[in-house]
């Protein structure tokens, strides 16, 4: 069995350490997992390296509270050891031979809901092979939430949601009844054929009372309902047909109220990195505060991973937003109209950590519609280099560079940018011009611990940048050299002057 101090180290540098230097050469990339899914991959010297020597790699699994599961990895190739963490780095449990012979298995009941980390590891250090891994659904009461009058909540129906006598899918909702008070609950779905179905669940025993299928228009569901008591009442958010999953929104209002024609609250499809989404905006989505139409799609970002999001469309002028829910609240990191050519829009980001992004498929133009495809490409992982390693430049010379979709996207950033060295003496006084015809260009003056110095984006009336900057101490810094806007490319020259 490994030191539990070992694992605990581990553990708290793989939550805490988004630093631009990693422990090592190896990637701390975090791949999604899902219940009832089987990855097969390898584990190799690219991967991470832990303090024993080990390789690993990372999964992210989203587990509800009370839910069973069995998490079994076999390889053939190594002694296989398995970890499962707290998303905040704690380890709840470890195994290395619980599946017989040098395979590992857990068993795991979740006491609350939430992300959870899986990690492949071997018990010997360097072992590299082939393995597979995969997560069982074993079981375990999905208690119901709260829900109440004038709320709207979302959820994700997926392979280890609560499933109904038809093997459909729901999650359940309990509301508490005011006699001859009237209600409407509305349920939508982007993912999936929305049902809705209101009872009473006696003693694990459930009761209907009423169901919908298709009441808010299209594949959304709706009840007006009134209560005859002050029971407890159970709402069931449910798929029109077995193995359905997806998103959704569920809203309990008062008294009744017709279909709405149109979405006023966006549903979140799901999108991973390396798919490829269609989509149609119609009349009857949700708009903007300009009545420009939008889908609203999450996706789990991974620590340092590079991607590009394109949005294109023959029907419409494609309009990309990126950014995070906050409360509620869509804050934008991100936008981007033209940036794929014509009227198709790009946006490159790196991914600072392993949270909920949002992205918006909109329109420049209010009221257009139209089909549309959603592709995230991964262009790779950002690691930031030895300043030793980087190209360096001198004291009164200049340097011709480029800009393009194969340079370096810092993690938080949208725009390309790449690093110079540069010696400089004690109280030397260095003039630093960046200019460009091709983009907008920022220019920043770090300390060779990579922390920012000074920054400048327009020195003057156009969209060249210059850094005037007095060296208190000799040493070796560095100069970076980025795009304002994502997507920008071209040609720059760098220029050193001493004063």
């Known amino acids: 069995m490994k030191s539990l101090i070992a694992l605990f180290i581990i553990s708290f540098l793989a939550v805490n350490s988004t630093s631009a230097q990693p422990q090592s050469p190896a990637s701390r990339a975090i791949k999604n997992l899902n219940i009832g899914e089987t990855v097969t991959d390898r584990l190799t010297s690219a991967n991470e390296v832990l303090e024993d020597g080990s390789y690993a790699q990372r999964y992210l699994i989203q587990l ?3 839910q069973i599961i069995q998490i079994t990895l076999q390889g053939d190739d190594f002694d296989a050891y398995l970890m499962l963490q707290e998303y905040n780095g704690a380890t709840v449990a470890q195994d290395d031979d619980g599946a017989g012979g040098t395979d590992a298995r857990i068993n795991y009941t979740a006491p609350k809901a939430g992300l959870y980390v899986v990690i492949v590891n071997s018990l010997g250090e360097k072992e590299e092979g082939e393995f597979a891994l995969f997560v069982e659904h074993k079981g375990g ?3 119901a939430k709260q829900i109440t009058v004038g709320q709207r909540v979302t959820g994700i129906l997926n392979s280890s949601s609560s499933k109904a006598d038809d093997d459909s899918y729901f999650d359940a909702y309990q509301i508490r009844g005011v006699p001859n008070t009237t209600i409407t609950i509305t349920y939508e779905s982007a993912d999936f054929d929305a049902y809705l179905n209101l009872g009473v669940n006696t003693n694990g025993t459930f009761e209907s ?19 005859a008591d002050a029971r407890t009442y159970e709402i069931r958010a449910n798929t029109l047909s077995e193995g359905e999953t997806g998103s959704y929104s569920l809203s309990v209002t008062s008294g009744g109220s017709a279909p709405s024609s149109r979405a006023t609250t966006a549903v979140a499809r799901n999108v991973m990195i390396g798919q490829t989404v269609s989509g149609e905006l119609t009349s009857a989505s949700v708009k903007m ?14 620590a340092n991973a590079t991607v590009s999001i394109s949005l294109m469309s023959t029907d419409f002028d494609a309009y990309l937003l990126f950014g995070r829910s906050i409360n509620g609240n869509f804050e934008s990191i991100t936008t981007n109209d033209d940036g794929d050519g014509g009227t198709n829009s790009l946006i490159t980001y790196t991914f600072a950590d392993a949270g909920t992004y949002t992205i918006r498929a909109n329109t420049m133009g209010s ?12 262009l790779g992982t950002y690691r930031a280099a030895a300043v030793n390693s980087l190209p360096e430049t001198g004291v009164n010379k200049t340097v011709n560079g480029e800009l393009s979709i194969s340079s370096l996207i810092l993690p938080g950033e949208t725009a390309y940018s790449k690093d110079y060295r540069i010696r400089a003496g004690r109280n030397d006084n260095i003039e630093f011009t960046l200019d460009s015809d091709d983009f907008d260009t920022v220019l920043e003056l770090l300390d060779s611990n990579y922390n920012s110095l000074e920054k400048n984006d327009d020195y003057t009336d156009g969209t060249n940048s210059q850094i005037v900057y007095r060296f208190a101490a000799a040493g070796t810094y560095v100069l970076r050299v ?18």
Not at 289 to 302: A, K, L, P, Q, R
């Open 367 to 378: 009221d257009e519609t139209g089909k549309y495809i959603l592709k995230v490409t991964r």
């Open 209 to 227: 009372l009423a169901t919908d299928d298709d009441g808010a228009g299209g594949t959304n569901s709706q009840l007006v309902y009134t209560f």
């Open 289 to 302: 505060d300009d009545d420009s139409h939008f889908d609203e799609y999450t996706i789990v970002g991974e």
């Open 141 to 143: 009461a999905t208690a």
């Open 482 to 499: 980025s795009a304002l806007e994502s997507g920008e490319t071209g040609s720059f020259a760098l220029k050193t002057r001493k004063r």
């Open 64 to 66: 509800t509270q009370g």
